[in-house]
């Protein structure tokens, strides 16, 4: 079968870190694999990320828009149409709301049948987009993303997220305590995810003031792409918060950390946590559906009772004061680990894709 996923970029975030693992599942299952990527693919994160996807057999053509500028939207859109054609997919698979636009417009001109990711919870759509894909085959990240949105489709179905452990899991320790020039007896929280809105880092920032001496430090690892995303002069002025914006070796800071945490206000399957799963590092969630629904039964995780202050910190006090190794954490973790594989995730994508093709 010939798949191709359209979607923004390669920067990091829960989308490409999803195909990270799901592009060569699929691949290793006899697919023909394409990435389309809709923008300029030109931080060093993304150009290494596109390699190594190459070197899996996926393969990845560039329509190369410019944002915001409409000339270059209308242009991107013509060399999809063309590269679409030649190529000839059964299936066009969009992820995020820019490629969902891209996807319906170019799927009029082609006999493939265009599928849809909805990977937020909620994933808005404006009145335009809602018209384009009306009754499309919808796939959901998660059972929270299916209830909060309200997308019109006669065929829905809920295929929760999963990642590849071997591409998470990493031996490696991350020098960071000496790149910020901490002692070795300071301990590390570390949240990870751009720098939108939904990841709600003024609060994390208002959880770290109260640690402000007590040499616990705040690491966030999470990309800022201009307008629409938070100003990262946020986390200035704090000797205790610590933005490391896009980062290629998240696994092994999280080697190196003794917590992981995450504010979110909303989410559909947060890639990020499945992956600090993995890594076997204590994590303390915030108490929104999606979260508490993927923490159930897996241990060392820690969900505050309450969205303030003092539950997070009961949380983070639990969390650190874990005293397992991460070895024994993911030995426990191992059975509820089991639903977030990748195999699973790429079985029923090719599964659902086949049964759309029928229709």
Not at 107 to 114: D, Q, W
């Amino acid at each position: 079968m010939k798949i191709i996923h359209l979607l923004p970029d390669l920067k990091g975030g829960g989308i490409q870190n999803l195909l990270v693992s799901l592009a060569p599942a699929q691949a290793n299952r006899n697919n023909e694999v394409t990435l389309i990527l809709t923008d300029k693919n030109d931080l060093d994160y993304s150009i290494k990320l596109e390699k190594s996807l190459k070197s899996k057999g996926i393969k990845v053509f560039h329509l190369n828009r410019k944002v915001h500028n409409k000339i270059s939207a209308i242009s991107a859109i013509l060399k999809c149409i063309r590269y679409l054609r030649q190529t000839r997919p059964e299936i066009l698979h969009s992820h995020g709301r820019l490629a969902h636009f891209f996807g319906a417009i170019c799927a009029l001109f082609i006999k493939g049948r265009h599928v849809l990711t909805i990977h937020n919870s909620p994933e808005r759509w404006k009145y335009y987009l809602s018209f384009l894909n009306k009754n499309k085959p919808l796939i959901y990240c998660s059972q929270e993303s299916f209830k909060a949105n309200t997308h019109v489709s006669k065929t829905k179905i809920v295929i929760p997220n999963g990642v590849d452990k071997n591409i998470v899991v990493s031996k490696e320790v991350s020098s960071i305590r000496k790149e910020l020039g901490l002692n070795k007896d300071s301990r590390l929280i570390v949240s990870v995810g751009s720098l939108r809105e939904q990841k709600n880092y003024p609060f994390l920032i208002e959880i770290a003031k109260e640690y402000a001496n007590d040499n616990i430090h705040f690491l966030i690892c999470g990309g800022h792409y201009g307008k629409g995303y938070i100003n990262p002069n946020i986390f200035s002025g704090y000797n205790n918060v610590h933005w490391l914006g896009l980062r290629s070796d998240v696994s092994s800071i999280e080697n190196e950390c003794n917590c992981f945490l995450s504010c979110s206000k909303f989410e559909g399957l947060p890639i990020a946590v499945l992956e600090a799963f993995y890594v076997g590092i204590p994590c303390v969630l915030s108490p929104i559906p999606s979260h508490c629904n993927i923490a159930q039964d897996v241990f060392g995780c820690y969900i505050p009772s309450k969205f303030d202050i003092s539950s997070f910190k009961a949380s983070i006090k639990d969390a650190i004061n874990l005293t397992e190794e991460k070895s024994e954490v993911l030995k426990k973790r191992e059975n509820s680990l089991s639903k977030f594989s990748v195999d699973r995730t790429a079985d029923s994508y090719v599964k659902f894709y086949k049964g759309t093709i029928c229709k």
